[in-house]
């Protein structure tokens, strides 16, 4: 018999024990190893049984035991200085304050003097903050909580905004012939660490949204907090929904297209109106910059348009302007005050709506009144040769509503220049304006609470974030102590999930007694743990069975692998690989040495970063954006051995670990590309990793090891920081977007516009007529290093002004092909007034300052103070062939 309804009866607290609740609501206990340690004290059984769970814990607690407490001096001593502890980290100034402070403060206006944004919107589909909140289903949620977390470590004035899914993402289990099976249990949120966003009278706040059919779809508003930064979530299971419409947040990434689309809308329109629902109930600044985090959220720039095309009686005085614009003018104002990122290195990762479908959602029988359908529809359009015209692309969308953008890694940023290159015809990809930020991790959230204190004992007057512990002064035998405790508590905990996995997958107790045997805490141990696209190659360890068995199974040297990861619920390609995995690894000949674990997870991964040796990353380059798993390994003074794809590209270096060989085999073959790569794998496990490892000194330590360890920890550690990247997204996207933000009024909003309108429409005309090098300077007048060029180049405006455009040579070093390498832009100015024909001659020098194959050509670009970039417009005007004198030159 089943209940009809369900609900929690909460424990009332004794009046000592109520700073628990506190504790338990605010997420830093997540990353506060001493908060955890307090919470546990309270009841250790009772914590285990709750997954680590406070709200839980507090939810089961007897009453005779919370009686107990509250009469234990010492155990309310320790309660007093946690709570006292959290009050300081709240109200406390912190990096951001004390940067801000140095420029006038940050007041949410144009006039205080401030640098920095007075608020941030930060957007995204999932939140990886802690497992007791499971709203995530890889790299991006987690990387979103990491961003969360150290944005309130450094007093970054974030406000998350994202959907509440009721069902989560899944939870994995295997069959017994290995086969992946998903289970979505039910989120009660009543039970997770969440409050109702309310109105003052003490009903739930509500967000609304039209919907085709006269429809409305509802949602109510949770509230997370992530230390200092408040995290909403959005839940369409509400009563004045009907059904279809209450099934709106039920799955993370689950449903068909229309699915998607109503949760990516009610993720950007919707969320956007949470966020104003809750600055006004909270009296929290508005934002001045938005954070889309990957095209899932684009949508949140068409509200915005939206606020500001409505009458000055229903636009949002305060947040943006009270005063109506125009579309265009909008456009630029929402623009100017965006920040995107984008997470895939492949058109295949980017969610793309059939247009049509699109188009019912919008206009007279939708969302977004006063927006024509047709803009909208504009904005997703893939115009650029090779795109589909009958397809909304939301990574088109969120880049277009958008004036900075960014990848996140610098090998991730290159790829996406070049995968987006279409929308800036006219520009190399080296010059489309998408930047990078190299991902990175929270480091209390992920390094040991062993390896942290061991940090701690060294260097006392660290800080969690702003500065890591220093291991340069650690002792060798202290580090590999810690490493072979974290080793052993990950050996202990691979035998108790693959235990209760077998059982699950039919076996009885009677059958498990070899999993007493399973890995050796002295054993050389690799960790390989993400989703399982296939291009991450979950199965590249496999190539050749023998050969890795005799890696497993070598008598001197052997090697112990952990394995987790789940396949998407649709891709039964993904599901084929987990199977082909867990075969081997059930095969009683190597299974005490290589392990498959079902529901991989953040409770999973906080013990095994830290207690492999090795982190395994093998992925097809350069299809992996960043792939921060490496990272989190490496802060537990784990060594990578990875393809040079992602941030292991751009930060490897010997000290730190290995890099894989890739193959480029000339050809479509990928067999022998797998085949090639997997033998370089087994040839560096085999020749260098395995040998270092147990390469002994007098004393039985590893001393080689240690010391990649210790650099590890000491070099790479710092770089890796989610403060770092926190630092880099506000030091060189949110505060330029802030200023941006803030220079657009209506009236800029509207001049900016309709420059922009006049230009596009002007550009036909622009032209680069004439191209000449009137003579050489320098040793004896010839091309050699050290001489000058001076260009004259004549230009045709049309109704166009110097004011309106930039003129450039563009100089470099010269490929086989003719294309310029590695090329620099310099400006030239005009030298008089146009002459008859309406023609501008504009000069320079081209200074030779290096020597080979150079040359040089001529561009026109639109300029105006306002735009962020020369390739904002995408117009560029370009010498013909028979422009001019030819354009390379050779230097000796």
């Known amino acids: 018999m089943k209940a009809i309804r369900r609900f929690t009866v909460r424990p009332v607290l004794p009046e000592p024990l109520q700073p628990l609740s506190d504790l338990a609501r605010n997420l830093r206990w997540s990353w506060h190893t001493e908060t955890r340690e307090l919470f546990e004290a309270v009841d250790p059984a009772g914590w285990r049984a709750a997954g680590a769970d406070p709200v839980r814990l507090l939810g089961g607690v007897s009453a005779a035991r919370l009686t107990e407490l509250a009469a234990d001096r010492a155990f309310l001593d320790r309660l007093t200085a946690a709570a006292a502890d959290l009050d300081t980290y709240l109200r406390g100034a912190r990096w951001y304050q004390e940067r801000d402070g140095d420029t006038g403060g940050a007041d949410g206006g144009a006039s205080g003097g401030a640098e920095l944004p007075a608020a941030i919107g930060y957007f995204s589909p999932e939140f990886g903050v802690t497992a007791a909140l499971p709203q995530y289903s890889g790299g991006l949620g987690i990387l979103a909580g990491d961003h969360l977390k150290a ?529 370089a794998l087994y040839e560096l496990i085999e020749d260098r990793v395995a040998p270092r490892f147990y390469d002994r000194g007098a004393d039985g330590l590893p001393d080689r090891w240690i010391e990649m360890v210790r650099r590890t920890l000491v070099t790479l550690g710092p770089k890796v920081l989610a403060g770092r990247m926190v630092r880099e997204y506000v030091e060189r996207l949110y505060a330029p977007a802030a200023r941006a933000h803030r220079s657009l009024d209506p009236g800029r909003a509207a001049e900016l516009a309709a420059w922009k309108y006049r230009t596009r429409t002007l550009w036909p005309y622009v032209s680069v007529d004439h191209v000449e090098a009137v003579a050489a300077t320098g040793a004896g007048g010839s091309t050699e290093l050290g001489s000058t060029l001076t260009l004259r180049v004549g230009v045709g405006l049309g109704e166009l002004r110097p004011d309106d455009v930039e003129v450039q040579a563009v100089a470099g070093r010269v490929g086989s092909d003719d294309a310029l390498v590695d090329a620099r832009p310099f400006p030239l100015k005009p030298a008089g007034g146009p002459d008859l024909e309406g023609r501008w001659v504009y000069e320079g020098p081209l200074a030779l300052d290096r020597t080979g194959p150079y040359g040089y050509t001529v561009r026109v670009l639109p300029a105006h103070p306002l735009l962020a970039t020369s390739a904002d417009l995408g117009l560029v005007a370009l010498p013909t062939e028979a422009t001019g004198e030819g354009a390379g030159v050779l230097l000796r």
């Open 151 to 679: 944005a309130s470590d450094l007093g970054v004035p974030l406000i998350g905004v994202g959907l509440l899914y009721r069902h989560g993402y899944f939870r994995q289990s295997l069959s017994r012939d290995g086969w992946q099976q998903e289970q979505y249990p039910v989120l009660d949120p009543n039970e997770l660490p969440l409050t109702l966003l309310r109105e003052p009278d003490g009903t739930a706040a509500r967000v609304t949204l039209a919907l085709p059919g006269h429809r409305t779809l509802h949602a109510c508003v949770w509230q997370a907090h992530v230390g200092r930064v408040p995290l909403l979530l959005l839940d369409s299971d509400v009563e004045e929904n009907g059904p279809g419409e209450r099934d709106v947040t039920d799955r993370l990434y689950g449903g068909g297209s229309e699915h998607r689309l109503l949760q990516e809308m009610l993720l950007g329109i919707g969320g956007v109106r949470a966020l104003r629902t809750y600055c006004r109930l909270t009296g929290h600044p508005a934002p001045e910059v938005f954070h889309t985090n990957e095209g899932h959220a684009g949508f949140l720039g068409l509200e915005r348009i939206r606020e500001l095309v409505s009458t000055p009686a229903d636009a949002l005085s305060g947040t943006e302007s009270g005063t109506a614009m125009g579309f265009e003018a909008a456009l630029e104002a929402v623009r100017a005050g965006t920040v995107f990122t984008t997470h895939t290195p492949v058109p295949a990762g980017i969610d793309r709506f059939d247009r049509d479908l699109v188009a019912r959602h919008f206009g007279d029988d939708g969302e977004l009144p006063g927006v024509p359908a047709e803009r909208v529809l504009g904005l997703g359009r893939e115009s650029y040769p090779g795109g589909e015209p009958h397809l909304f692309n939301m990574a088109v969308m969120g880049l277009r509503l958008a004036q900075r953008a960014n990848g996140v890694s610098t090998l991730h940023g290159a790829v996406s220049r070049k995968m987006f290159a279409g929308l800036w015809p006219g520009f190399d990809p080296e010059e489309v304006p998408i930047v990078s930020v190299t991902n990175g991790v929270h480091a209390p959230t992920w390094t040991a609470p062993e390896m942290a204190r061991l940090g701690a004992r060294q260097d006392p007057g660290a800080r969690d974030v702003a500065d890591p512990p220093d291991f340069a002064a650690t002792p060798a035998a202290a580090l590999w102590d810690v490493r072979r405790a974290l080793r052993a508590q990950l050996v202990s905990e691979v035998r108790g999930r693959l235990h209760a996995s077998w059982r699950l997958r039919g076996a009885e107790d009677a059958e498990l007694g070899w999993i007493d045997g399973v890995l050796d805490p002295d054993v050389l141990t690799i960790g390989f743990a993400r989703r399982v696209p296939s291009y991450k190659r979950l199965t590249l360890m496999l190539r050749d069975r023998d050969r890795l068995t005799e890696l497993l199974l070598h008598p001197e040297r052997p090697v112990q692998i952990v394995v987790a990861g789940k396949a998407h619920p649709a891709d039964d390609g993904g599901k084929r690989l987990v199977r082909e995995l867990v075969r081997f690894s059930d095969d009683p000949r190597v299974r005490h040495r290589i392990v498959f674990l079902p529901d991989y997870g953040m409770g999973m991964a906080q013990k095994l970063y830290p207690g492999c040796d090795v982190w395994l990353n093998n992925p097809l380059r350069p299809l992996e954006a960043c792939g921060t798993s490496g990272m989190k390994a490496a802060l537990n003074g784990c060594l990578n051995l990875s393809v040079l794809d992602g941030w292991w590209d751009e930060w490897f270096e010997p000290d730190f670990g290995w890099a894989i060989p890739t193959a480029d085999t000339g050809t479509a073959d990928e067999n022998r590309r797998d085949d090639l790569e997997a033998n």
